[in-house]
């Protein structure tokens, strides 16, 4: 019994450089994934975001729900449509992502934080205009050789255009965790859905955050021989992407992360949100556990 207390000291004596270097500064956290769906997962991180708040570190939180959204939708009967990865989202569409983002994960998540001893705000992208959106236009293939590739027109999908801190600030004088559902608003007061990563990394960078971190559903990014990375400079990524190495649908949260880096934010994270603390083990441990970027 007495050695398993002392490697718990030893634990919380290896956390203290950490504790140090990071107190008073900012996180900014994608919750996604696996991590949002499990149950004891989602205690860990409520907990964990509390811990975080405890000693100094000021957690925010920006979450997805893409599977919730779907799963409301299939009981309205209509099938979700996706072009280039991104959701198709006409009015009615919007009207259920704001519904199930703000109205049902948002306080949820929040519910939970506080249920655990934290104290957690919700908000929407649109509460104090705190994420400022414009309509997002992608281009499709050419349709000839001398044509310019045709827009495709994919609804109220919104690009972050400007990060209103004043809100957060004033949280955080408060000791209150921000939750925040990506939701933008518009110069006309227009409701945008904007994909959870740009928004998480718009936040950090404004915030001039130390951390960016992102749960998925995987271990991070690995080379070709299926080994993790463990660490890439801002100046490999383009590299890995053309390579191969960086594929599919990691491709846009390392842009993500790229982006975040190059305005201002120390580090971003790629981790594993179905590992047990993942956060705890990235922030408080020497080796970490991912793949981090780095300028």
Partial sequence: MIREEIAKAKVLVESLPYIREFREKTVVIKYGGHAMVDEALKRNFALDVILMKYIGINPVIVHGGGPQINRFLEKMQV??????GMRVTDGETMDVVEMVLVGKVNKEIVGLINHCGGKAVGL????GDLV???KLTIQGKSTGEDQPPELIDIGRVGEVTRINPEILTALDRQDFIPVIAPVGVGEDGQAFNINADLVAGAIAAELNAVKLMLLTDVEGVKNSNGELISTIYRDQIDDLIAAGVIKGGMIPKVNCCK??????VAKAHIIDGRQEHAILLEIFTRKGIGTELVA
Avoid: E, N
Wanted: hydrophobic share 20%; net charge neutral.
């Fill in 79 to 84: 099938t979700p449509s996706y072009v280039q």
């Fill in 124 to 127: 929407s992208g649109r509460d």
């Fill in 132 to 134: 400022q959106a414009r």
């Fill in 259 to 264: 982006s975040a880096l190059d305005g201002g």
